[in-house]
């Protein structure tokens, strides 16, 4: 029983720790740091690099993007350094459920994307690179944010039993489901067939 609450100490504590690192929203701090207004007020109101590219900063958009990705992975290398594996998915889910619900926005974040595939690259890089590709080559050929986003996630869990990862299958489901979930609007106007391709500016 000692072991059995010192690892539940271990995991909330790591998974407090990522949650807190995934809730830094860098698209409002450096939208407001380079003066390109208030990104509630822009586009989609999202926090993400999707809508700060909406700034017309493209710069800005792609600093978000690593820096939503960085975190993600922080969380997963930190956790994994100082108490394991499965501390380290903990965290993976904890930083994603930090940047979708950061508490310092009242729980209004992201869609959590590039804090997936930051994440997916410092638990299992293969599952992270394919998953990169898989988004890479949806976004060239559709020119869809939120599609390449569902069909890189959708594609995850697969991807992991393939490349020998199965470890984190269950993970991946679950942020699967998360991002389905927190795409649910983009899904209802792809069905619709007026979800805004890259580079627009509507929501």
């Not at 539940?8 to 807190?20: D, P």
């Not at 710069?59 to 993600?72: E, I, Q, Y």
């Not at 997916?120 to 990169?132: E, K, Q, S, T």
């Amino acid at each position: 029983m000692p072991l059995l609450e010192s690892s539940l100490a271990v995991f909330a504590l790591w998974s407090v720790i990522g949650y807190l690192l995934g809730s830094i929203p860098f698209g409002m701090i450096l939208t407001k740091a380079m003066g390109l207004g208030n990104l509630r007020e822009i586009g989609s109101g999202n926090i993400g690099a999707t809508n700060v590219l909406r700034t017309g900063n493209k710069g800005a958009a792609a600093a978000t993007l690593l820096l939503d990705g960085a975190k993600g992975a922080v969380a997963v290398l930190l956790a994994r350094e100082f108490a394991g594996e499965s501390a380290a998915q903990f965290a993976a889910l904890a930083a994603f459920l930090g940047h979708c619900y950061p508490v310092w926005l009242g729980f209004k974040g992201g869609k959590g994307v590039a804090t997936f595939l930051g994440l997916m690259l410092a638990l299992a890089w293969p599952v992270g690179v394919l998953a990169c590709a898989v988004w890479l080559a949806t976004a060239l050929i559709s020119r869809i944010s939120s599609l390449s986003a569902l069909v890189a996630a959708a594609w995850s869990p697969l991807i992991s039993i393939l490349v020998g990862q199965g470890q984190i299958f269950f993970l991946t489901l679950i942020l699967t489901g998360l991002i389905l979930w927190r795409h649910r609007a983009n899904l209802a106007r792809l069905k619709a067939g007026t979800e805004p391709r890259i580079g627009g500016s509507k929501t």
